[in-house]
């Protein structure tokens, strides 16, 4: 009976716990993705393999936001048509619907508002969305699925961009360590990784990377106490707003999966977790760290990483007579 | 009782014609993989989807024998690093150990011979060796795999195209219309697909286009009867041999899944597989197929898609500080 009553008051007392990191902590657990269409999801997974998406016919979607890498590609920045490098850090998709707006300057509001944008893009998939409409659009099998699901007898670019975002919402990374503690299991997380996010919001980190995404909520601008040295030429959310104030404020990326998705920071410049930690905390918090503070709080945001996507390659459908001949320079 | 024996009779006579066919036709059956090894598979797969066996970190196996395109890239030849346009036509890696010898020249006598050559050859993915194996060698997650599947301590080539070639061998695609048909399904076929097969043996297209690929059993010179009008500069057979006589010889291309593995011929030049089967006839039989002939061809080489591999996207193992980086240019 005794022993009852203690298991009892143990549960209530790791049932407490957890309510109460779930509702006080500044990071929030990542919830699977969930009310999605099926059928919209289905054909975006086609579409986000799909390279006839690019004037090349040679660059998907899934070739800079590879979900076999953490939904990045791992280089400093993306290579794009007639191997263009590109100008910034291609960010993870995983996870990416939390964002409050996406690409690092924030110029699309949401996850369909981004997705036209590379297809379009000369230094990536370098298409133009009328192209990219005709080649989709000479495919039957391509055209029945989105009849079906549109109803509409044009494909347009707007219902492409909405299929890809259907199914990016799917990329979700739920069950990391770290939710599986924030949801009362004591052993998810060890002593070190423990003592690693004490330290993670004791220095400050949390005021910008904080909610479900570690990050996602806020621009803030990269060298906020001591300058970033970088060779990058982006400005950030100045070239779009064209406020002075606004220059080198980027889009706080978010800390899921941040074990798989170097190189770091918009400029892809650091390759190594702990050395971005270090930087960080100078430039952004004006904080030195200590070799152990950031070892610690590196292994605490390794517990970041969650259960990744499983996606089964889709089959694509065959091109036509009609479809668009790849252009490849 | 006599419509129990007309039964067993029509049983019989099916398991009769479906046992004659398979062995007297002569193209035969695509069975499924078998007796391979599992973490040998495992391995593989890891590393065909792997970019970091390029010199850019941005092309990987999959980037030209794509698995969601019939295992081509749908393109006349593929591009490689820094955007260089290879020099043939790339082969599908479906059902690709049936061959007789690899490459459209026969330089590897198999997958495994094969695997290794586009690693550093530096119109595809431009690495050496010697910096694929650091690259693998210096991710522990490879470095366990090797060590448990090969027991030594030093990962090789050899080991790496070992284990891209036992992948490989999972992608076969059985089930066919055709092997059904084959198998004594007399529904498999329609009327005008069992017509077309007919025409494909009374042609002669059979004399190369044989055994389970369709082909891949023989070289054969493109442009036997008439000359093969192309701007690609290969001279196949010749380049490996020296000899004369093997110039303009080419591997027989199998024709399982041609439906999806357009443009055709080593020059990639012919996208609509009518035409092919019509050029075909022309140049290397001296036969002039009618328009009825050619559709019936082709609808009966739609008959030879069969299932493509579920292929679950791997998770890479990431890079470590001792990993070489990306060289973009």
Not at 83 to 112: C, D, H, M, Y
Not at 164 to 175: D, Q, V
Not at 203 to 219: A, D, F, I
Request: hydrophobic share 40%; glycine share 6%.
């Amino acid at each position: 009976m005794k022993h009852i009553i203690f298991i009892a008051i143990s549960t209530l007392f790791s049932l407490n716990a957890a309510a109460n990191r779930i509702n006080n902590e500044p990071i929030k657990i990542i919830k699977p993705a969930s009310g999605l269409n099926t059928d919209l999801v289905n054909l975006g997974k086609k579409l986000w393999f799909d390279p006839r998406l690019s004037k090349s016919n040679a660059i998907s979607c899934n070739s800079c936001h590879n979900l076999a890498t953490g939904g990045v590609d791992n280089l400093a920045s993306s290579i794009g048509h007639q191997w263009t490098i590109g100008p910034i850090n291609s960010p993870t998709v995983l996870n990416a619907e939390l964002n409050f707006v996406q690409f690092w300057n924030g110029r699309a509001k949401n996850l369909k508002a981004q997705a036209s944008g590379p297809i379009d893009n000369p230094k990536e998939m370098a298409f133009t969305h009328t192209l990219a409409v005709d080649t989709i659009n000479s495919i039957p099998q391509y055209k029945k699925m989105f009849n079906q699901i549109f109803d509409s007898n044009e494909i347009s670019i707007d219902e492409i961009a909405t299929a890809i975002a259907e199914f990016e919402k799917t990329l979700r990374t739920p069950n990391a360590p770290f939710d599986l503690w924030l949801q009362g299991d004591e052993t998810a997380l060890n002593k070190i990784e423990k003592e690693g996010y004490a330290l993670f919001k004791q220095k400050g980190c949390t005021s910008c990377h904080h909610g479900p995404l570690v990050g996602g909520t806020m621009y803030q601008k990269m060298g906020l106490v001591k300058p970033f040295e970088t060779k990058n030429a982006d400005i950030g959310r100045a070239a779009i707003t064209g406020k002075e104030s606004d220059k080198f404020l980027f889009k706080v990326p978010g800390l899921r999966n941040v074990a798989l998705t170097y190189p770091y920071f918009h400029d892809g410049s650091i390759w190594d977790l702990k050395q971005a930690v270090t930087i960080m905390a100078d430039i952004q918090l004006g904080q030195t760290l200590t070799d152990d503070e950031s070892t610690k709080i590196t292994k605490f945001l390794n517990t970041l990483t969650g259960e990744q996507p499983k996606i089964v390659l889709p089959q694509l459908p065959i091109s036509t007579k009609n479809t668009p001949k790849p252009i490849m320079l």
